[in-house]
């Protein structure tokens, strides 16, 4: 018996096991700009204000003077999109109405029972918001609210993507991709510029008192900062890896709503869908493994039965001239047949109780040994008394006796 591949035994219940545990209570947040931020919200606006610096104050000003004020007017007007749709997107409360009308998100709402109801929104009711809703409505874990059309809840955001502010959030999503495609065409064309012809990026009049073409300003015109070639160019690369790393995931995300467009769902239908789609691969597999157990137990068991004779072919010579006799094989054939009940015992134990036996167990199995070793002493006694009557009669060259029959 494996003693080594049993299961360990848990004497504390798994978090999160219990079906009646309590779902902590939190006040409701009104929209993105309640308390605490999300760290990723912190990093969105710090990589929005670095490029909007980097972009307006440093590289669009070295431009020729044509393309200058196309790089401001489209740069500018995909800016400020961003920035406008973004605080519209974090201001707006995406709660239902229900939820909007009660208009108190300074206590929190009660606690929550799974032992009463399996589900937060039962029947077009939200028994913690304690408002009837629409059947598109999900309760945001997050933000502890009821939200119209929920399609999911952003990091980057704060707050809850819903119905209501889907679409300022979508135009933040193209304006930003605009954005990020611009200040890449900017910063290649002058990183190609500065190595053919740099005099094309010094057309302003403050270059005139600097000398040699290794010096550049940076913030014309306001406040002209002297630095060189490598530091320009540094700041060029860190800059365009930036913005590649934001197109990827900003594109990422634009297809993957162009095809939720496509296919009339939502995030949290998408997700839903993936959900039963692994529960079901889950479900099938645990069909297939359980169907397979009874053949494999039925193969243990044919080959359980077949083990008595081999194991008793293996024993010493001794042993096998004592079963030659008729009543040694009948002591064998009684042995082989209370292993075979004991393995049988054993079989339907299937494993230690670690002294959890009953009565009944203990008497039988002290039973079934006290008749094994009884059958050994009489097996022993008979091979005894033939070893007494027998005699040596002839000895082969290579010392093994022959026993000659009793003449009685």
């Given at each position: 018996?494996?003693?080594?591949?049993?299961?360990?035994?848990?004497?504390?219940?798994?978090?999160?096991?219990?079906?009646?545990?309590?779902?902590?209570?939190?006040?409701?947040?009104?929209?993105?700009?309640?308390?605490?931020?999300?760290?990723?919200?912190?990093?969105?606006?710090?990589?929005?204000?670095?490029?909007?610096?980097?972009?307006?104050?440093?590289?669009?000003?070295?431009?020729?003077?044509?393309?200058?004020?196309?790089?401001?007017?489209?740069?500018?007007?995909?800016?400020?999109?961003?920035?406008?749709?973004?605080?519209?997107?974090?201001?707006?409360?995406?709660?239902d109405a229900s939820v909007r009308a009660k208009n108190d998100y300074s206590t929190p709402l009660p606690l929550f029972d799974r032992a009463k109801?399996?589900?937060?929104?039962?029947?077009?009711?939200?028994?913690?918001?304690?408002?009837?809703?629409?059947?598109?409505?999900?309760?945001?874990?997050?933000?502890?609210?009821?939200?119209?059309?929920?399609?999911?809840?952003?990091?980057?955001?704060?707050?809850?993507?819903?119905?209501?502010?889907?679409?300022?959030?979508?135009?933040?999503?193209?304006?930003?991709?605009?954005?990020?495609?611009?200040?890449?065409?900017?910063?290649?064309?002058?990183?190609?510029?500065?190595?053919?012809?740099?005099?094309?990026?010094?057309?302003?009049?403050?270059?005139?008192?600097?000398?040699?073409?290794?010096?550049?300003?940076?913030?014309?015109?306001?406040?002209?900062?002297?630095?060189?070639?490598?530091?320009?160019?540094?700041?060029?690369?860190?800059?365009?890896?930036?913005?590649?790393?934001?197109?990827?995931?900003?594109?990422?995300?634009?297809?993957?709503?162009?095809?939720?467009?496509?296919?009339?769902?939502?995030?949290?239908?998408?997700?839903?869908?993936?959900?039963?789609?692994?529960?079901?691969?889950?479900?099938?597999?645990?069909?297939?493994?359980?169907?397979?157990?009874?053949?494999?137990?039925?193969?243990?068991?044919?080959?359980?039965?077949?083990?008595?004779?081999?194991?008793?072919?293996?024993?010493?010579?001794?042993?096998?001239?004592?079963?030659?006799?008729?009543?040694?094989?009948?002591?064998?054939?009684?042995?082989?047949?209370?292993?075979?009940?004991?393995?049988?015992?054993?079989?339907?134990?299937?494993?230690?109780?670690?002294?959890?036996?009953?009565?009944?167990?203990?008497?039988?199995?002290?039973?079934?040994?006290?008749?094994?070793?009884?059958?050994?002493?009489?097996?022993?006694?008979?091979?005894?008394?033939?070893?007494?009557?027998?005699?040596?009669?002839?000895?082969?060259?290579?010392?093994?006796?022959?026993?000659?029959?009793?003449?009685?």
């Amino acid at each position: 018996m494996n003693c080594f591949g049993r299961r360990l035994r848990r004497t504390v219940p798994a978090h999160g096991s219990s079906k009646s545990e309590l779902v902590p209570s939190k006040t409701p947040r009104i929209n993105g700009w309640s308390w605490p931020p999300q760290p990723l919200q912190v990093v969105g606006w710090l990589v929005y204000i670095y490029l909007t610096v980097v972009t307006f104050g440093i590289y669009i000003p070295l431009l020729p003077r044509p393309w200058k004020a196309v790089s401001y007017t489209i740069s500018g007007i995909s800016f400020l999109i961003h920035f406008f749709t973004n605080i519209a997107t974090v201001t707006i409360d995406p709660a239902d109405a229900s939820v909007r009308a009660k208009n108190d998100y300074s206590t929190p709402l009660p606690l929550f029972d799974r032992a009463k109801r399996a589900h937060v929104i039962q029947d077009l009711h939200c028994y913690l918001c304690d408002v009837n809703v629409g059947p598109k409505v999900k309760h945001c874990g997050v933000c502890n609210k009821c939200v119209e059309g929920f399609d999911h809840h952003c990091k980057w955001l704060n707050t809850c993507v819903g119905q209501r502010n889907y679409w300022f959030f979508f135009g933040a999503l193209i304006s930003a991709i605009l954005a990020g495609f611009m200040i890449t065409v900017i910063i290649l064309f002058i990183f190609i510029q500065h190595y053919l012809d740099p005099h094309v990026l010094r057309t302003a009049p403050q270059f005139d008192a600097s000398l040699g073409n290794t010096t550049w300003l940076l913030f014309l015109p306001v406040a002209p900062i002297k630095t060189s070639s490598a530091g320009l160019l540094t700041l060029a690369f860190i800059t365009i890896m930036l913005c590649t790393a934001c197109l990827i995931l900003l594109i990422h995300l634009l297809g993957f709503h162009l095809y939720l467009f496509y296919k009339g769902m939502s995030t949290y239908d998408y997700v839903k869908k993936n959900r039963r789609k692994e529960t079901g691969k889950q479900n099938s597999e645990a069909k297939k493994s359980c169907s397979s157990k009874p053949h494999s137990s039925t193969q243990k068991s044919q080959e359980g039965t077949n083990d008595c004779e081999p194991t008793l072919s293996n024993t010493p010579s001794f042993f096998r001239y004592a079963n030659s006799s008729p009543i040694s094989s009948t002591l064998s054939d009684s042995i082989c047949t209370e292993l075979e009940n004991f393995k049988k015992s054993a079989e339907k134990e299937n494993s230690f109780n670690y002294g959890t036996e009953n009565s009944i167990q203990k008497e039988t199995r002290v039973i079934s040994m006290s008749v094994i070793t009884s059958l050994k002493l009489e097996k022993e006694e008979d091979v005894q008394e033939d070893r007494e009557k027998s005699i040596p009669v002839t000895q082969d060259p290579l010392g093994s006796s022959v026993m000659a029959q009793d003449p009685a």
